[in-house]
Structures are given as structure tokens and as C-alpha cells.
């Protein structure tokens, strides 16, 4: 299935994926939070950037007690049924990964839902860090990286004997 | 509700956004006669279907409740009242030939500003105020993006704003915030970064971009000219330059080899702040990665009184490191045949030197235009040189000028102004006209990008009926000065054709390739191979031609102290200018979407001078310059965000424009760009 993944080496942290979510959200729900995060830990000079990887096995659906969180049959994405969502909060318990919040002015939960499968996030992504496709391509793509990583360290490391 | 006639009713429509000066490809989609939504155009190299937050907001303004639909006249309580375009241009043009009649035509002048596009908009209204007599035009440029256009010729004539970033071994960053600045850019620093190329950068500000460097370096603001020199001693010291390259095409050599031997990396740690292992590390990283390196300077080079000669010591640095000829590094590229709406030369021949060329000669002679700082005192002046006239494209100088109370005084004593704009903005408020802008997405226009030496046809996408294209508001008042022989196109489209005639392309060629057309093949040697446009021909780390002027030969480093003498009174340091990712200068504050992010100003300060003040987050406080005065709230940020003893306040803020303490009246001596970054400051607690 396909989901939003982030390549974090390609990740600058101009947060235009979390700014054009939060206008999505505002569009639908008259609420602003984002639910792709870019988080910039300037103590260690780190970014991280993350958003809902729709689990296969997701605890955030089998915590659900209203029905308000199904599996879009078109897309796979986790969605949040907003009539069913009674906001108890326990999804967001359930999360390993904080990947789901509570709207503010609607008091339902809120996380990722592909955007019915045109995320608009990846449409922002100027570094093109985001992508839009099977969790299988990152994985080849972090493999191929990792080896030419080595590769370019080792040559940085004879670089620095030389 | 605006009365928006797209060119169709359903489909989509290709072409360029100019939301800034990046023209990624977008296509604009429109439904029921309704423009719905913006999405980028798939093969666009310059941002290969990605498109930032900020191209979507081209709809937010085209439909924005706020915009003027119809000219507007101030009346004498005041107020704006609405009027016919022909009442507008009628009275607009009598009362411009009254002043040319009694004052000669250099009482007026052009102001041009970004708001409304860039390229073909700028040479109409060069052309209308040479076809007018007058050699006064000015532009938002003389307070940005001239400093490093006048850096970058005076050394290798010519300036490529756009090198081949995922070519780069190395890539230096002096003062600049691609993410926010240059969206395209990111995804080319990814792919260099991913292949293990590494990344410098220098600002007094820690961005992301600074999260992932290699090596980030923080100067005292105002000193990036001493770190830059010190690299250059250390290239030259490690003697792993190109020595025939330097003795090809370099004049000047010996002279800066001299120059730069003061600049030890202890000196420049003095100097600069930036520690001296840290100064050697980044020269071994030039060193080791010579000739790939891509050095960009950016706005924060030039934004005091010594920015060109910062922004000219760069080119050295980038030519020493093996830059020339590289696609990564200084290329030259080509132009278009195209026929020009006005010639440079031309205007400057036409009418005599426009106001400003006596104090900053290079500006008028380089730029072609004249300095809009002292365009403001020739508001102001009294005698008979008077600017009494002033026609302002999309520009808000009361806003984005510094010492913007001065800049609001000369435009309250014009006997006309005349600003055409999207919204009553500070400077719109103060015309006695106001015509209504045309957005991007009305206008067809030509545009050429350098990098890919690409042509495109941007065509038009709506219509709105009462609001001019750019050229329809020249050419009708042109007709009604009886200056139409200048104007002689019926439209947009004409003038397009005119313009292609040299070239041999047509309209039908362009539209077929809304992807654009490569006029020419790049030559990135191209710049090794031909004599260089600089008065020797060849690369001139010193200029002869300079010092014909006065000014400094080589690009010699001043700290700030030697604009300003230190003051106990002014311990801190303020810098304006950082833009903000939804705003763009002082454009994008009435987007509510937009506002929410960036709600209101605030300056950013370190945690120490918080402390050492006695300031909690969000207190309100006081700064003062030697410019004048600013209560605003204070951000408190991370240690690691700002320098400590630096005030950091974006500068397009209505309510609260950081250019009340901005200094115009100590200038750059060869832009003679103001002085925005690095101002001495005090801060009181209110």
C-alpha cells in the first residue's frame, strides 16, 4: 500500500509540509493542526520529520470503542469517521508514534488520511524528501543510500589521512 | 466579487508562477469559470512537480475581498472615491504635463517594486519615463538584489543568480535561507547532499538549513568580509589555486595575495567571532573540494555599507576555489535575441543622469538607475530639483525603504503619486491615484531563465474586466501624453510578437512548448572562451575602474565600526530582512491562512540578553537606533537560534516596519545601498 514516507536525509525542515497540512485541516474542520510534524531539535542540530505510516496493524483502529476510525478501502489510510469519533482520546493513547491528535474546536481525533490519495504534503515538499508511494521503495532507496553512504564516508575518512 | 473571465471555462492552463523569482511551472486549474486550484506543472526542471505553500496564494489574491477593482482618486478629507479609467488617466496625464510643463520632465520619475512581476513590467516602465524624458527611474532593487548584481559584474561581468547547485562538491552558503528563500533550490542542495557533498553555512541566524550543514558558523553581523578573506589567505596559502587560471585571466592577483595576508584566522576570529579552527576547517573544505564548490551569497551580504565590496570578495573566493566555467560554480549564460522595450544605455543617454548618480556613480552607470534613498531627499528638497511626480509600480517604499517616516513625509509632498497596486498598501494610502493591479495570472508575458537559458511564453489565464494588464496602463497613458509612437502595440500579445522578432520564434512556437524553449546550448566554458563584459576583459579582482571613481580597487574589508563609531548607547546589534516562509517582504499580511502562521511582529533575541535585561517572552519593549524608535514584542528563542548580542526583526510588518530603524543615510559606497543588517541597537524594557 502507499503511504506518505520521509526521506529524512533529504528533510531541511522548511516545514511546508506541516504548513499546507494545517491549511487542509482548517479547509475541512476549521481547525488548524497539522498531522505531519517537523521537528527541529536545535540542542543537537537534529530534524526530524514524521506522519501517520497507516499501519497494517494498527493499535489506534483496534483501540477505537465508537467506530470512529476505519480502513479507506481505496487508499488503506486509517481515517477518523468525525459523526462516529466520540474523542475519547484512546487512538491517541494507542499511537506508538504520537501520530494522531485531538482537534481543538471539534473535540474528535484527527490523523493522516492521505488526502484521499493526492497528499497535498508531498505536493510541497520542494527537497523532495516526501513521497507518495509503497513503503518497499524507501526501504530499496535506504539500502542503495546506506551503500553509497560507506562508500563516501570511507573516501572522506582517506581524504582526512591524506 | 471580482468579475473574472478565465481564458476557458473548464480545463487548466500552463504557465510560469511569479510569486517570487523562482518561475516554477505551474498549471492553474479552473472549473465553472472559477480559478480552483494551483498544482505544479510535471516537467518543469526548476521544481520537477513540487511546488511551495506560497504559489496556492496567487488565487488568495486574485480573489481577495480587499482588492482594487477600480481607480480610486483621494479626495480632500482623505478618503478614496472610485473613478472611470478614463477620468483616472485624464487627470493623471494633465497633471503630469503640467509638471513637466512647468518643472521639466526629471521632476517626475518611475518607482518599480516586485509586486507585480519582474522582466517585461520593469521595461515598460523604464521605457515610459525615458519616452517621457526623464532619467528617474528607481526600483526596490537599489535597496536589494543591486548590491550583489553590481558585486558579481564589477569582478567577472556578468552574474548568474542560479549555478547548478547538485553538481557542487562543496556548497557555501553566506547569508541566505534557501527554504524559505529559494524553494527550488532545496531539492537540488538533497540530491548534492545525498551524493556527499558538503554543505558551509554562515549566518548570525542558526535556520534549519544550519541544522544540516557540516559546519555551521554564526558572525558578529556586518564581518562575513573578514571570514572571506580569511579563506581567500588560506587558498592561496595552501597553494592549491589555479595558477593559470589566475595568470590567464586575472588582473589584479598580486594585489589581493597582499591584502589578504592580515586575515589570519585569529585575526578573523577577532574580527568576526567565528572561531579560528573553524575558519581553517572551512578552507580545508574548499581546498579539498576545489574546483566543485558553489558559493552563494545572498541578501544578507548586502544589506550594509560595505556589501558590494563582501559580495565582490566572494567572487574572488568562488574564482580561487576553481568556480569559473563550472557548472556548479560562475557561468555565464547566454541571452535571447530578443528586441529590448528600453536600452540601458539609452535611458541613461536620454535626459542626463538620474538623481543619486552624483553620489553612487556605479549604480547609475551599471544599474541604469537611480537611488531611491535619494530619490526620498529629492522629495524633500525644496530647490529646483525637486522630485514633484512620482508613478509607483506595485512597490510599498513605506514599508520596505528604511527610515520609513522620512520615506512617508516625501510621499505625502509629491504634487502627484500615482501608485498602482492590488490593495490600498502604506504607500497606496498616501497617492492621489490608485490603479488597480493586474496579477500574474492576467498578464501574458515573456520570461527567460538563465540556468536552463530557457524562453517561456507565461500566458494569460483570466481576464477581469476594468483592471489594466501592466502594458495597458503605459500605453493609454503614454497615448494621452502624446507619447503613443512609444506605446505602438495594441496589446500584450503584440508587444510579445515585437519582442521575438529578433529570435525568429513565434507565439505558436512558444505555446506549443509551454515546458519552454533552450535558445541556446549551454556553454559553461563560455566564460573561459570570450572576453568577459568588464572594462579589461577579463576577471578583475581589482578594479581600475573603481579606483577612477574614488572608490576602493580592491574589495577591502570595514567593520562596521567604521560606518558607525561604537556607542555605549547602541550595545546590541539588530538585524532586519530574514523573510519569513508565508510572507513575502511586505506582501502576503492580509492572507488569513498566512496570518495565523506569522501573526504578528516580533523581534528574536537570545536568551543572555533576555536575562541581562530582565525580559520574559513576549514582553514588550523598545528598540532604538540611531534611525528611530520601535515598540514591539520580544521573542525569546533557543541559544543556539541567534548570536548572542543580535536582535533579529522581519522587515515587512505594517504595523510595525523595522525600517523605522533602518539607516538610509549611511550607504553602501558603490551601491549606496542603507543600511539594514548590523544597525547598532538599544533595547529598553517598556
Redesign the interface.
Known amino acids: 500500500m502507499n503511504i506518505v514516507y520521509v526521506d529524512l536525509d533529504r528533510c531541511v525542515a522548511c516545514r511546508n509540509c506541516q504548513l499546507e497540512c494545517s491549511f487542509r485541516q482548517a479547509e475541512i474542520t476549521r481547525d488548524d493542526g497539522a498531522n505531519i510534524w517537523v521537528q527541529v531539535d536545535l540542542d543537537h542540530r537534529a530534524i526530524f520529520t514524521s506522519t501517520c505510516l497507516q499501519c497494517e496493524t494498527a493499535p489506534c483502529l483496534a483501540a477505537c470503542p465508537a467506530g470512529g476510525l476505519t480502513r479507506d478501502p481505496a487508499t488503506r489510510a486509517v481515517v477518523v469517521d468525525r459523526n462516529a469519533c466520540l474523542g475519547c482520546g484512546m487512538c491517541l493513547l494507542a499511537c506508538p508514534f504520537g501520530h494522531i491528535h485531538l482537534e481543538q474546536a471539534g473535540r474528535v481525533a484527527s490523523k493522516c488520511d492521505l488526502c484521499g490519495g493526492d497528499p497535498r504534503c508531498v505536493r510541497v515538499c520542494m527537497a523532495q524528501a516526501l513521497h507518495f508511494g509503497d513503503v518497499e521503495e524507501l526501504a530499496e532507496a535506504r539500502r542503495e543510500r546506506s551503500g553509497r553512504r560507506l562508500a563516501v564516508r570511507a573516501t572522506h575518512r582517506e581524504e582526512a589521512a591524506s | 466579487m471580482i468579475r473574472a473571465v478565465p481564458v476557458l471555462p473548464d480545463g487548466r492552463v500552463r504557465t510560469l508562477c511569479r510569486m517570487c523569482d523562482s518561475r516554477c511551472g505551474i498549471e492553474v486549474h479552473i472549473r465553472n469559470s472559477v480559478l480552483a486550484d494551483i498544482?505544479?506543472a510535471p516537467d518543469n526542471p526548476g521544481?520537477?512537480g513540487?511546488?511551495?505553500?506560497r504559489a496556492h496564494a496567487a488565487l488568495d489574491l486574485f480573489y481577495h475581498p480587499d482588492r482594487i477593482q477600480t481607480p480610486l482618486k483621494r479626495t480632500p478629507n482623505g478618503a478614496f472615491e472610485p473613478i472611470g479609467w478614463d477620468q483616472a488617466l485624464d487627470e493623471i496625464a494633465g497633471r503630469l504635463k503640467a509638471i513637466v510643463d512647468q518643472s521639466g520632465p526629471p521632476a517626475v520619475g518611475a518607482w518599480k517594486g516586485e509586486g507585480v512581476g519582474f522582466f517585461q513590467q520593469e521595461g515598460y516602465i523604464r521605457r515610459f519615463i525615458r519616452a517621457l524624458g526623464s532619467p528617474n527611474y528607481f526600483s526596490n532593487d537599489s535597496v536589494c538584489f543591486n548590491g550583489r548584481w553590481l558585486g558579481h559584474h564589477l569582478v567577472n561581468g556578468f552574474w548568474n543568480p542560479f549555478p547548478y547547485f547538485d553538481q557542487a562538491d562543496l556548497i557555501l552558503l553566506f547569508g541566505s535561507n534557501p527554504?524559505?528563500c529559494h524553494?527550488?533550490f532545496?531539492?537540488e542542495?538533497?540530491d548534492a547532499?545525498?551524493?556527499?557533498a558538503r554543505l558551509v553555512v554562515v549566518d548570525p541566524k542558526?535556520n534549519?538549513?544550519?541544522?544540516?550543514a557540516d559546519v555551521?558558523a554564526q558572525p558578529r553581523p556586518g564581518t562575513d568580509a573578514a571570514l572571506i578573506w580569511g579563506l581567500i589567505r588560506l587558498v592561496i596559502e595552501s597553494d592549491r589555486y589555479d595558477h593559470d587560471f589566475v595568470d590567464r585571466y586575472v588582473v589584479g592577483f598580486e594585489k589581493i595575495a597582499a591584502y589578504a595576508q592580515r586575515f589570519t584566522p585569529e585575526y578573523v576570529e577577532a574580527e568576526s567571532g567565528v572561531w579560528a579552527d573553524v575558519v581553517r576547517t572551512i578552507g580545508d573544505l574548499i581546498v579539498?573540494n576545489r574546483p566543485r564548490v558553489s558559493l552563494y551569497a545572498g541578501a544578507g551580504l548586502e544589506h550594509h555599507p560595505g556589501g558590494v565590496n563582501t559580495v565582490r570578495a566572494s567572487v574572488i573566493l568562488s574564482c580561487l576555489a576553481g568556480a569559473m566555467g563550472r557548472p556548479s560554480g560562475l557561468f555565464w549564460p547566454e541571452s535571447p535575441r530578443l528586441a529590448s522595450l528600453d536600452s540601458r544605455n539609452l535611458f541613461l543617454e536620454n535626459g542626463g543622469r538620474p538623481i543619486g548618480a552624483d553620489r553612487f556613480p556605479v549604480l547609475a552607470q551599471m544599474a541604469g538607475e537611480g537611488h531611491s534613498l535619494s530619490a526620498v531627499n529629492a522629495m524633500l528638497d525644496s530647490g529646483e530639483h525637486r522630485l514633484r511626480s512620482l508613478l509607483v509600480m506595485a512597490a510599498n517604499p513605506a514599508v520596505t525603504n528604511p527610515n520609513v517616516l522620512k520615506v512617508r513625509e516625501a510621499l505625502s509632498r509629491l504634487d502627484l503619486l500615482v501608485v498602482s497596486d492590488f490593495f490600498l498598501t502604506p504607500t497606496a494610502r498616501l497617492a492621489h491615484y490608485v490603479i488597480p493591479g493586474a496579477t500574474f495570472l492576467e498578464r501574458t508575458e515573456l520570461h527567460v531563465h538563465p540556468k536552463y537559458q530557457t524562453l517561456y511564453l507565461a500566458p494569460q489565464v483570466v481576464r477581469v474586466d476594468g483592471i489594466p494588464t501592466g502594458y495597458e496602463l503605459w500605453r493609454d497613458l503614454a497615448g494621452r501624453l502624446g507619447l503613443a509612437e512609444w506605446f505602438p502595440w495594441p496589446d500584450e500579445t503584440a508587444v510579445i510578437r515585437h519582442l521575438l522578432e529578433p529570435g525568429g520564434w513565434t507565439i505558436d512556437d512558444l505555446t506549443a512548448h509551454p515546458e519552454g524553449i533552450q535558445y541556446a546550448p549551454l556553454r559553461f566554458d563560455r566564460c573561459l572562451n570570450e572576453p568577459l563584459p568588464t572594462p579589461s576583459g577579463k576577471v578583475e579582482f581589482a578594479s581600475q575602474y573603481l579606483k577612477n571613481l574614488g572608490l576602493d580597487e580592491i574589495p577591502e574589508y570595514r567593520p562596521p565600526e567604521a560606518f558607525l563609531p561604537a556607542s555605549p548607547e547602541f550595545p546590541l546589534t539588530l538585524i532586519t530582512g530574514a523573510r519569513k516562509?508565508?510572507l513575502y517582504h511586505s506582501r502576503h499580511g492580509n492572507i488569513d491562512?498566512f496570518r495565523?502562521?506569522h501573526p504578528k511582529a516580533e523581534a528574536e533575541m537570545h536568551p543572555d540578553d533576555a536575562r541581562n535585561l530582565g525580559l520574559e517572552n513576549g514582553d514588550t519593549i523598545r528598540l532604538v537606533t540611531a534611525g528611530g524608535a520601535l515598540i514591539v514584542a520580544v521573542r525569546i528563542v533557543?541559544a543556539?537560534?541567534i548570536r548572542p548580542g543580535v536582535i533579529e526583526l522581519y522587515h515587512g510588518w505594517e504595523e510595525a516596519p523595522a525600517n523605522l530603524l533602518t539607516l538610509d543615510e549611511v550607504n553602501d559606497p558603490i551601491s549606496g545601498f542603507p543600511w539594514l543588517k548590523g544597525v547598532p541597537v538599544r533595547v529598553e524594557k517598556i
Open positions: 498544482t505544479p521544481n520537477q513540487r511546488l511551495c505553500p527554504p524559505v524553494p527550488p532545496l531539492r542542495f538533497a547532499r545525498v551524493r556527499g542558526l534549519p538549513i544550519g541544522c544540516w555551521y579539498r516562509s508565508l491562512r495565523r502562521v533557543h543556539a537560534e
